[in-house]
């Protein structure tokens, strides 16, 4: 049978079951009325371990109140040496010298259940006669009524209190009823409860809830048991028999600990403790406990402490099963540690391999950065976790680069794209990349990006070194099969002709001596062409140490061998800057020789030349930034491009060597600088030409060359 702590049995037919906190009053006429009641309601309360105190008065006193219990009850003699009941007359209890004091009383009554439920009785059910009482203290014993009915509901007590109906006038007996829940009364022989509305609504709710109660006690998959005051089972539901194999009544009266695995037992006793300390409030205790086979099963169990709770008044234990959850928890460890084992397997190859691999979420926020990486870029992994993967390319590429991953999201992915990665200290690295995008287990939603790449900066300098080598090898041929052949040509036909002039008239005279001297003049052309080519090779192999120059006087030396340029009017100004030195050699003096060269040789009639030297500063770094500029035919704005280059064999017919500008090119970037050209009015390119050769500054290029 299932017992609901909170419901009692109240031992009265008419009445059935009660909660603990019941207030009711009996209306009776004569000493058996009082008997009939009174004996099968003690009974009751001895027999469900509750304490039990019995106020007489006439007609039923103490004496015949005993001799009736023991008649009644068996082993009535057992309940009174074990303390459980006292039959006290109402002079010792409710009137002291002769003076009632309600204050004094329901004290009483609280101390008594204390003390009961210090002694593992469940609660107190009691039970006074009020025979005794004068009309001179009606109202005040009513007072005290009125408070039993106000506060009993705290506690795991019921209170019966009797009135002889021959003593109570109509009045009486409804201030009466009105200072209990309900009241019991004869009629026709047959007790009746004497309720209103509201009584019998809260007691038809009372039944059902007692029937939801065994209901869900009945079907509970989990053990539920309480424990009283001294740690002992007093409640243990049907499913312990279901899930342990024991029945109720071997587990009744004894302590849980003794189903406990030994070794687990002082962490259930430590957990118990706390419930009762109420330090802890349903944290779960997993252990594992003693079936009645012998064998141990894993269960969770939490406390909750409901000491001193009307209908409770206990610690509630609730234990569950978790053999399978065990097993699966189990399972899934040992899935974590291969999960584990194949995270650290990956983490290792991913950083210590030796291809760059970088991942990014959807947002393009870097999420990993292995070694590799950091040695390309310079940047430790903690330094860029985090931030836009932006941060990694040089700012002239960054656009076309992100628009390359952007891609990445539409499912493509990359195969042999080089991408430029921007180191630390400013410098770029160029990497070859493929990657690859990370999906959910939907398949659709993309989680991240991986990436892994070669540096490839090195074979990319060394196919520029390369191809350079091959332009160099293209150039000489050019030179030679071209050029210097072009002027064997004419240097061949300037002799044949001079020979022919000798041979007719055996002189050369006047106008034949032109000839020779343009003769001298082609010879001196190949001189020039061939001394460039040998500087040019110089510089590429570093044969020319570099050295601090006095720039503004170098100018001024390679301005005076123009003073004087028989056939033209030309005019030099020029514009120094006191203090302008800057790291080159003696072949800066042709980047000079060059310039003021092409401006002589593409113009005709009077030419201006003007240079000028300023220090300027330019993207934090110091310059000195030399303008030779000309009024001559200018050049095209579409051929400003193409100025510098040295020409491809079969790319032109060009006359001339065009080297004099691919030189100064090359040797202003050999210093460390850079040259462009523009118009000299803006806008308007037949007004004349402007050179611009920027050199850093001594300090400048010392930091560059570092």
């Known amino acids: 049978m299932v017992v609901n702590t909170y419901i009692r049995e109240s031992g009265i037919e008419v009445l059935g079951r009660i909660p603990w906190g019941t207030h009711f009053c009996l209306f009776y006429q004569t000493r058996q009325d009082l008997a009939n009641v009174l004996i099968p309601y003690f009974r009751a309360g001895l027999e469900n371990n509750e304490y039990c105190v019995w106020i007489t008065s006439e007609p039923l006193e103490e004496a015949e109140a005993k001799a009736r219990m023991f008649e009644a009850v068996p082993d009535f003699g057992k309940y009174l040496e074990r303390g459980q009941i006292e039959i006290i007359p109402y002079d010792q209890w409710y009137v002291i010298d002769g ?29 006074g006669n009020t025979f005794w009482l004068e009309k001179s203290g009606w109202n005040d014993f009513l007072d005290y009524e009125q408070a039993i009915n106000d506060t009993i509901g705290k ?89 342990l194999g024991y029945p109720p009544s071997f587990t009744l009266g004894r302590s849980p600990l003794d189903f406990i695995h030994p070794d687990d037992r002082q962490l259930v006793q430590s957990s118990l403790g706390e419930v009762y300390l109420n330090v802890n409030r349903g944290t779960p205790t997993e252990f594992r406990i003693r079936k009645a086979d012998g064998e141990y099963l894993d269960v969770e169990s939490t406390g909750v402490n409901m000491i001193g709770v009307p209908g409770v008044d206990g610690i509630v234990i609730t234990t569950r099963p978790i053999t399978e959850r065990k097993r699966t928890e189990k399972e899934n460890e040992q899935l974590l540690a291969r999960l584990r084992e194949t995270q650290v397997y990956l983490e290792s190859l991913i950083n210590y391999a030796n291809a760059p691999i970088i991942v990014w979420n959807p947002s393009f926020t870097i999420t990993r950065f292995n070694r590799a990486f950091e040695r390309i870029s310079g940047y430790m992994a903690d330094e860029v976790v985090g931030k836009p993967l932006s941060i990694l390319f040089p ?17 493509e992915h990359w195969e042999s794209v080089e991408i430029p990665i921007q180191h630390k200290n400013g410098s770029v690295r160029i990497a070859l990349w493929n990657s690859a995008n990370v999906y959910d287990e939907d398949s659709h939603t993309l989680v991240a990006t991986i990436a892994q790449g070669q540096d490839i900066t090195r074979r990319k300098k060394a196919e520029k070194e390369l191809e350079e080598a091959k332009l160099q090898a293209e150039l000489y041929l050019d030179l030679i099969a071209h050029d210097i052949s072009n002027m064997h040509q004419i240097m061949l036909m300037q002799i ?33 062409l061939i001394d460039n080519v040998r500087k040019l090779q110089k510089l590429n192999t570093g044969d020319y140490r570099l050295e601090a120059l006095d720039l503004a006087a170098l100018i001024q030396d390679v301005l005076n061998t123009y003073t004087n340029i028989p056939g033209r009017d030309i005019t030099l100004t020029y514009t120094p800057c006191k203090g302008s030195i800057v790291r080159a050699n003696l072949l800066l003096r ?22 000028d030297l300023h220090k300027i500063n330019l993207n934090g770094r110091s310059y000195y930034r030399v303008a030779v500029e000309d009024n001559g035919k200018g050049i095209p704005d579409e051929k400003k491009d193409e100025i510098f280059q040295r020409f491809k064999r079969g790319h032109t017919k060009t006359k001339g060597t065009g080297l004099g500008l691919y030189l100064v090119r090359s040797l202003v970037e050999g210093f460390g600088g850079y040259v462009e050209v523009q118009n000299r009015v803006l806008g308007d390119y037949t007004k004349g030409s402007r050179f611009l050769v920027y050199l850093p500054a001594i300090g400048e290029a010392q930091r560059g060359g570092e």
């Open 99 to 127: 003076v009632f004091d309600s204050g004094r009383v329901l004290s009483g009554w609280v101390q008594k259940l204390q003390s009961a439920l210090s002694r593992g009785f469940s609660g107190l059910r009691l039970s």
């Open 155 to 243: 506690y795991s007590m019921i209170a019966l209190c009797t009135y002889s109906l021959d003593r109570c006038s109509a009045n009486d007996i409804l201030d009466v009823v009105s200072t209990h829940q309900f009241a019991m009364s004869k009629r026709d022989g047959e007790w009746k409860l004497i309720e209103s509305k509201e009584q019998k609504e809260a007691r038809k709710a009372l039944q059902e809830t007692e029937i939801r109660f065994r209901s869900l006690i009945q079907n509970s998959f989990d053990i539920i048991r309480i424990l009283d005051r001294e740690g002992r089972i007093i409640f243990d539901s049907p499913s312990s028999e279901r899930i």
């Open 395 to 411: 700012a002239s590429s960054r656009y076309e680069s992100l628009e390359q991953i952007k891609n990445t999201l539409k499912g």
């Open 496 to 528: 044949e002709l001079a020979e022919e002039i000798l041979q007719s008239d055996g002189k050369l005279d006047g106008d034949d001596r032109e000839i020779l001297q343009s003769l001298s003049r082609t010879m001196d052309k190949a001189a020039r």
């Open 590 to 611: 042709d980047v000079f020789l060059n310039l003021i060269d092409n401006a002589v040789k593409h113009s005709s009639g009077p030419l201006e030349i003007g240079i």
